[in-house]
């Protein structure tokens, strides 16, 4: 019954694991900037994705409070991790300190990102092209784990971000690893959503694949399934894949 | 598809409204402070209340780093407004910049705000008298509502308080008038539940009833009906009342 700071536990594999789903299953997040005039702190929602090397994205208006502030001072924090029913602190939160980098359009980042983030956020095609849209990338600085009460976890910025000589060319070709995946599993997505307590009933695709794991998404649902160990080869994730299936019960 | 600031809209009535709705009925917030030490953004999660004069109220361990950071910076910015289904932005959401005074114990005004708070988070009896939790009051100092796509708004901090000559005779009868209003109607509860889009076969309870209006709960359900017009007398409370029985349907 104790609140964040009370116990900082050591923080082990599990809490890692913990963190990095609750920041990369994220669609949206409250987001904390200081206000440039006042020096006050500032918290706003912004929609969230993650790029290839886990570091989490923003698309934000040049217009909003939050953007005008980022530019003045590139300290951000993020909170992730929403609550259901029940008492809102029984459930886990991600508290992620974070340097603000502005994306420069026409860039290959950009594009990568761009691609990544209409992956999860469809409707985002509507504005994701005006010109006063850009992207954020919030690189992890630090983070603090809640784990409900009385399971406090402090871990380093580097916990978050995902490390791997095959990050590069696992975003050019994620189309064909998608593809590659259903063809080792055409029910993947949909078994893997069950595995994560997703609805059995829905519609759901693989999206957001990267080196430590990948997205299942249907309409406003999204689910992480992170593997055990960061792949470092395109080949990593297929084998991660086939040896997955084993632990995702068979419908 | 702009976002915050893009264009401030002239704030009205229904702005207002709509603004003390979203800080009101909110059972928790994203909060948004400094960290003393590093003076970066931190956000988190809180519980939180109100208290008779329509200041937000937080319940926190002296031990998190929220508190911290409000014993070394009383300023504070609350996010409330969750999503539901679909697009997270557009929903209604509000910031409010608070100045956060500690609540001191066995005052009259903690005796006053713990039993709105219980009144409201029931479950939090089972820590709130342990000596390291404490309450505070965020004093709005002003406020920016993103009423969706395209609104919004900029709010004083006097626009999310209850200026009322009978704040602190209401509080004091609250219970009494709770029972008064359930002699006006015993329905009342989940009449006004019904007419704000609460499920009608859930049971309703009258809570939090101050000179602005009144909350309406069941189990994680809170939902807020505000008073067209501010009472300035219990009378008035009534008054209000039985005015607004004409605009919920009848079941």
Redesign the interface.
Known sequence: ??????VIRETDGEARRLARTLLRSA??A?????EPET???????V?LGTDIDGVPVIL??G??????ALNADP?????TG??R?????AYA?L?T?CLAESVERDSAVHTRIRTRFLSRHA?AK??ID?P?FRFFRLIPQSA?L?GGFGRAYILDGSDLMILSAANEAVAESADAVVRDLLALDPDLARKTAIAHKGRAGLDWAISGVDCAGFDVISG?FLLRHEFDVTAQTRQDIYSHISNMKYSIPEI
């Open positions: 019954m104790k609140d964040q700071a009370s669609r949206y409250a987001i904390a900037v200081i020096g006050f702190p500032f918290a706003s929602r929609l934000v208006s217009l909003s409070a939050h953007t005008r300290r951000a924090s993020l909170l929403e609550p029913k029940g008492d809102p602190l939160r508290t300190q409707k509507l504005y005006f006063d603090s809640n406003d």
